[in-house]
Structure formats: C-alpha cells, structure tokens
Nanobody, 120 residues
Framework: QVQLVESGGGLVQAGGSLTLSCAAS????????MGWYRQAPGNERELVAQIDSGGSTNYVDSVKSRFTISKNNAKNTVYLQMNSLKPEDTAVYYC??????????????WGQGTQVTVSS
C-alpha cells in the first residue's frame, strides 16, 4: 500500500507564496506520475499541475507562470511552489501519485488534502 503525506498549506495574503510538499511511502516500485489537484467548496476538482517520470510538466492555464511543480526522486517527494497567489487559488489541495508496486500492481494514491487560503 502507498501512503501520501501532505504539508505546507496555510493562510497567506494575495501576492504571497506557499510551497506544498507531498511525501510518498510504502510499497513503491516505480512512480510514473505525480500531480496536484485542488477543490474549492461548490467547485469541481481540477488538476493544477503534474510531472511525469521524465520530468515533463503541465499546468492548468490559470496557474501557469505562477506555480512550479518539481520532485525529488530520492525522497519520493513532489512539491508545488506557488507564487503570486490570488484569492481564487483558495482551495483544498490534494497530492496524487501513480505507479507500480513491487508486485507490479498499479497504484493510484491520494494525500489527505491541505488547505490553502489566500486573503485579499
């Protein structure tokens, strides 16, 4: 089983910055993709950013140029650096990691969610 632990959320003023971290542990043979999703009350969950095993990244248009996703393979950790935060970035952010367990069974793991609140 694969577990994800998120950290780094909090309250920040508009224009400020936060960095989210997500550490994966457990039965991991390989990681194929890591990503961050967010969901605000009354809104649909959306993919914010993802990074694949080769390091290729993509972002939802609303955060492009402001957010940066990165990873540390040795630590099985993915980060989301968020700059120039806006009130509309307020949401619960969820980490997602997909890959293979040592028995080659696929996994699709989710973090517990961390609240990001941006005040105006």
């Amino acid at each position: 089983q694969v577990q994800l632990v998120e950290s780094g959320g909090g309250l920040v003023q508009a224009g400020g910055s936060l960095t989210l971290s997500c550490a994966a542990s457990g039965s991991i043979f390989s990681i194929n993709a890591m990503g961050w999703y967010r969901q605000a009350p009354g809104n649909e969950r959306e993919l914010v950013a993802q990074i694949d095993s080769g390091g290729s990244t993509n972002y939802v248009d609303s955060v492009k140029s402001r957010f940066t996703i990165s990873k540390n393979n040795a630590k099985n950790t993915v980060y989301l650096q968020m700059n120039s935060l806006k009130p509309e970035d307020t949401a619960v952010y969820y980490c997602n990691v997909r890959g293979r367990q040592p028995n080659y069974v696929r996994y699709d793991a989710w973090g517990q969610g961390t609240q990001v609140t941006v005040s105006s």
